[in-house]
């Protein structure tokens, strides 16, 4: 499968994104997906997690009730919801996915596919 980030962007603090990702090449119903960021000096960290099937969501605690993980079957697309964007937010957001919902959620070494990142910044 193949995952193409868009929808990054220059904000102000308070203000939303919204961040695509298409898939192609399959077709994801049965894969688990996520999206992940990077700030410069930083290592790559979780962001949020769902199986593209079901309606349960993984949260990494500092975006909890800020960010939503939702997908669209028909456009064969995931998207991260960013609400009430921090400075702290700043950085390249990668979603990523893995076939069969295994492993952990949360890892970024359980994750096989990744599209090419996409650069958020949030001013304050």
């Known amino acids: 499968v193949q995952l193409q980030a868009s929808g990054g962007g220059s904000v102000q603090a308070g203000g939303s994104l919204r961040l695509s990702c298409l898939a192609s090449?399959?077709?994801?119903?049965?894969?688990?997906v996520g999206w992940f960021r990077q700030a410069p000096g930083r290592e790559r960290e979780f962001v949020a997690a769902k199986n593209w099937r079901d309606s349960i969501t993984y949260y990494a605690d500092s975006v909890k009730g800020r960010f939503t993980i939702s997908r669209d079957d028909v456009k064969n697309t995931m998207y991260l919801r960013m609400n009430s964007l921090r400075p702290e937010d700043t950085a390249v957001y990668y979603c990523?996915?893995?076939?069969?919902?295994?492993?952990?959620?949360?890892?970024?070494?359980?994750?096989?596919?990744w599209g090419q990142g996409t650069q958020v910044t949030v001013s304050s």
């Open positions: 990523a996915a893995r076939r069969y919902y295994s492993g952990s959620y949360y890892d970024k070494e359980e994750y096989d596919y």
């Open positions: 090449g399959d077709t994801v119903s049965s894969y688990k």
